[in-house]
């Protein structure tokens, strides 16, 4: 694609190395994020950098960011030039050509392909003013060496994701600053983190079909993916970490979905669940989710029975917290029904599906559950503050007992009871929104990530509460990262992906590797199980 | 939570008592950083009245019954229109129609009372009505359309401007029947009759906040309107209702505002809303501060109308008291985020 435009006039050197990382360590306060970890990535390959969560994978790449500072005795060489890892700044990971795209790409899309092109950088100019025209030039021959066919004009929010991370990483590796371009020629070091990890599986072939024209321009391409089928489609080398540790380097030639899978997980199972469950089986179902359609999902029937945990897997965009926003008001349901007890839900009104019984735990604290500048006492009533009204109005100190003995009753450390939820920590915050669904006596409990930032303590009593919950009776579903904290807690685990269940199976059967197999490789549009 | 009790668990069990202990000592003792948080504008209120009182220029007058009396009934109008202003505020939202609402409710009493003979307590109510509906009107733009509360009201705001100067024909009304005038200028048990008004809005909207639900969750949508939702919160049709209060107590303000003067004209409305606003958002760094609160607005009502009245003795003209109310809004502001940002940082 690009040679058809005849520009290409890279250096084409293969032992040219882009990046080498030596004895690279960072300490945070209580966890070694890494430990002596070695990377070396030669120009012109694509190179997957592997590992589950906490391996160490983002720390490794905000230090080459310089965001984050490393801790002394490493070394990171780039191109020519090599600094002690400690000195590492942005203006200087920037000047040796080192390219980030995160997951989050930085596009307006309100603006044009040329505007975001242009974003944050000099445009050139005419008698003072912008020179429109070149701007468009140049906008045009980038996208040309790209292969996008897009007009400058067209506004980003009609690009397809694919298109619109082509030009993310169009952007970071232009240097439109160079008044004729000529920079923009130069290899430089590609830092993709996680840029498959929401697209549709043709959108992501498409990415990696430009990876690989990048890399055979002579730029050398570090990958960040959960998918392990896309890292063997498209990496020339893997570096596997694992809890901060490099594993080991090593072409991907040769290496079979399966053995990367035990590479990367290759942990342990984990200890049981808190406390023994009766035989879910023998319950009614307390639960009834039957042909629940909705924008992105596919139909989705589903029985939870009274005491039973079930546990959603599977990515970020695999549906699992549209399905629990459906269940529980908040997104458009189009199709399907849902039963509590035997009685219908009313679609899209929370209040309605609270009446009926599910309490929902948003995944993001900060802004969809969390009220940081109120009282911890009105963060507990939240959801049940109708139950404190009196004759004349609601009853404070009521409302207050109700809210002391919850924070009692789930051990929350806080300054006192009139602090205001901020100034607790994450996992006390936590216990505290945890708390005001429990006020509800849920019959259905929708938890989405409950233990996401939250330390080791609380997290263990987060669990027990779960547990606790599930014991007297309520249904509970499970949305989690955390493949250890499924297999803990669920009694049932079902796998998502792209809006449909790809798998499921009872706690007995389900394994860290059959889970960690969905995770990496569920980047393949299947059939729905329903 | 078990019915088994290991040595770990009685050991957990004393912890948690300590902690319900921690819990139920209510956080009374402040700090002194605290302290001067909650009473720093009350402090200096009483500062500039000290200042007032005794100063050559202003001793004379200032603390004479007359002056008070002048004071707090001028004051009953701003104040009522400020606690209009906290009820959107409180939801995170603005109300800068407010004084443009009292203008054109002001007009249609007077127009009722005068050309029309309407008794006068059917043109006030009339004249309320018609601030409750303008109010209703942005609350369910802003609320539904979920758009910038700010420019919808701004836009009400010009348009009522021009409604008003259209409807008034350029005239000031006069003529207002005497039982009006007498509402706005007579005293009951020595305290002018407006200022019993707005004691009646205190406690009703004091009592809205604190004892509703509605005002809770006007508190908590104000705070995080997502969060608010996914608690059940119709967030809509709350904010909806949050300008509907505030446009009738604009309403009313300006029944009380035209009793007062004993006259309306086109361009009464507008210069109320910053003082409104001024006081407001003094009003939120004080008594529980960051938050708006209807004591903390009184207080910032009376120190703003406090010190454009000593202003006013010591021989200051009429530009004075735009000066202040600017100042005073980007002040408390500036100051309120100075101050939320030093808690921030202190909780983390």
């Given amino acids: 694609m690009a040679e058809a435009t005849g520009v290409v006039t890279h250096r084409r050197d293969p032992q040219r190395v882009a990046l080498r990382v030596l004895a690279l360590s960072k300490t945070y306060p209580g966890t070694r994020a890494l430990d002596s970890v070695e990377l070396q990535v030669q120009a012109g390959t694509v190179h997957a950098l592997v590992g589950g969560n906490g391996s160490g994978k983002s720390t490794l790449i905000k230090i080459l960011a310089g965001v984050v500072p490393a801790d002394p005795g490493g070394t990171i060489a780039v191109g020519a030039d090599s600094r002690p890892a400690e000195q590492l700044t942005p203006a200087w990971a920037y000047g040796q050509r080192m390219r980030f795209v995160h997951q989050d790409l930085g596009l307006l899309g309100d603006l044009t392909v040329a505007e975001n092109l242009f974003l944050g950088r000099r445009y050139p100019t005419t008698a003072g003013g912008i020179s429109w025209r070149r701007v468009h030039a140049r906008a045009r021959r980038i996208l040309d060496q790209q292969g996008l066919d897009l007009p400058t004009t067209a506004r980003v929010h009609t690009l397809r994701p694919a298109e619109q991370t082509i030009l993310a990483i169009a952007r970071a590796i232009d240097d439109v600053d160079a008044p004729d371009g000529s920079r923009a020629l130069e290899p430089s070091l590609l830092v993709l983190d996680e840029p498959t990890a929401r697209l549709p599986a043709t959108e992501a072939a498409r990415l990696i079909a430009a990876m690989r024209r990048l890399a055979g321009e002579g730029h050398g391409v570090v990958f960040v993916s959960h998918h392990l089928d896309e890292i063997l489609d498209c990496a020339d080398v893997l570096t596997v970490l694992r809890d901060g540790r490099h594993l080991l380097t090593r072409p991907t030639a040769g290496v079979s979905a399966a053995e990367l899978t035990a590479l990367v997980a290759g942990r342990p199972t984990v200890t049981e669940r808190p406390q023994p469950q009766p035989q879910p089986a023998s319950r009614p179902p307390v639960a009834e989710l039957r042909g629940l359609t909705a924008l992105g999902l596919a139909p989705m029937s589903l029985d939870i029975a009274a005491g039973e945990i079930v546990g959603l897997a599977g990515l970020t965009g695999s549906g699992r917290t549209g399905l629990l926003e459906l269940v529980c008001g908040a997104r458009r349901r189009t199709g399907g029904s849902v039963h509590i007890d035997g009685r219908a839900v009313r679609p899209n009104r929370v209040r309605a599906a609270m009446r009926s019984g599910i309490a929902y735990l948003p995944a993001d604290r900060a802004s969809a559950s969390g009220f940081l500048e109120l009282p911890l006492i009105e963060n507990l009533s939240a959801a049940t503050l109708r139950e404190h009204r009196g004759p004349f109005g609601l009853r404070l100190k009521h409302e207050r007992a109700a809210g002391v003995a919850l924070l009692e009753r789930l051990d929350v450390r806080a300054p006192s009871s009139g602090a205001v939820l901020r100034q607790l920590s994450g996992g006390n915050q936590q216990k505290v929104i945890l708390a005001r669904w429990i006020a509800t006596r849920p019959r259905l409990l929708l938890l989405d990530e409950p233990t996401q930032g939250v330390d080791v303590g609380a997290r263990d009593d987060i669990h027990h509460l779960i547990a606790t919950m599930a014991g007297e009776g309520a249904a509970v579903v499970i949305v989690s990262s955390d493949t250890d904290e499924l297999l803990r807690l669920s009694d049932r685990i079902l796998v998502l992906d792209r809006g449909h269940v790809t798998d499921e199976r009872p706690r007995s059967a389900a394994s860290r590797s059959w889970l960690d197999e969905h995770f990496y490789r569920a980047n393949k549009p299947r059939k729905g199980a329903s | ?348």
Avoid: C
Avoid at chain 2, 296 to 322: H, Y
């Fill in chain 2, 1 to 348: 939570m078990s019915d088994t009790s290991t040595g770990a668990e009685s050991v957990a069990a004393t912890a948690r008592g300590a902690t319900a202990e921690r819990h139920r000592r209510t956080a009374r003792a402040l700090s002194r950083g605290e302290l001067g948080e909650r009473y720093g504008l009350v402090a200096l209120l009483v500062a500039v009245t000290l200042v007032f009182a005794v100063s050559p220029e202003t001793s004379a007058n200032f603390l004479s019954a007359s002056n008070i009396r002048t004071l707090l009934g001028n004051q009953a109008v701003t104040a009522i229109l400020a606690l209009a202003a906290i009820v959107p505020l409180v939801a995170g939202e603005f109300d800068v129609s407010i004084g443009a609402t009292l203008g054109l409710s002001s007009m249609v009493a007077a127009k009722l009372m005068t050309e029309q003979g309407l008794p006068p307590v059917a043109a006030a109510a009339a004249a309320t009505a018609v601030g409750a509906t303008v109010g209703a009107v942005v609350g369910i733009i802003v609320g539904y359309l979920r758009v910038s509360s700010f420019v919808i009201s701004l836009g009400m705001a010009t348009l009522l401007g021009g409604v008003v100067t259209w409807y008034a024909k350029g005239l000031t009304v006069v003529g207002i029947p005497q039982p009006v005038l007498d509402f706005g200028n007579r005293n009951t048990l020595g305290v002018p009759r407006p200022v019993w008004l707005l004691v009646l809005t205190v406690l009703l909207l004091a009592y809205l906040l604190r004892y509703t639900i509605f005002g809770r969750t006007l508190l908590a949508i104000g705070v995080s309107r997502r969060a608010a939702e996914l608690v059940g919160i119709n967030s809509n049709i709350r904010i909806a209702l949050a300008f509907l209060v505030s446009g009738t107590l604009a309403g009313a303000a300006g029944v009380v505002q035209l009793a007062r003067t004993g006259s309306a004209s086109a361009q009464v409305g507008p210069g109320f809303t910053l003082a409104a606003l001024a006081a407001a958002f003094l009003g939120a760094t004080a008594i529980t501060p960051g938050r708006f609160n209807v004591l903390g607005t009184l207080v910032g009502v009376v120190f703003v109308g406090v010190t454009v009245n000593g202003l006013t003795l010591m021989g200051a003209a009429d530009w004075v008291e735009p000066v202040f109310n600017g100042t005073a809004v980007i002040a408390a502001v500036s100051l309120s985020a100075i101050v939320a940002r030093r808690k921030a940082r202190l909780a983390a």
